[in-house]
């Protein structure tokens, strides 16, 4: 099957680049890559990396709900 697509110039340059330094003809790499693409699973849980998700904070620091009663009601609106 044949496909064609509009690649922004510097993709375009990326996978020239890519292809030459792996030593594959074009047709290959973007092949290559969009099956690594269809068969990795979606990421349906946190975006987030490792080091954030595992971050305890600081022990004795305040919880941020201890600061809700400082805060100022909002504004009402004016409509006209």
């Known amino acids: 099957m044949q496909i064609t697509i509009n690649l922004p110039p ?7 680049r890519q292809a030459a330094q792996s030593n594959i003809p074009l047709q290959t790499l973007i092949v290559q890559a969009l099956r690594q693409m269809i068969q990795t699973p979606p990421n349906s849980s946190s975006q987030w990396s490792d080091a954030i998700l595992s971050h305890e904070g600081i022990p004795d620091f305040s919880a941020f709900e201890s600061y809700r ?3 100022l009601a909002p504004c009402e609106p004016e409509l006209f």
């Open 10 to 16: 510097d993709l375009e340059q990326d996978l020239i």
């Open 69 to 71: 009663d400082e805060l």
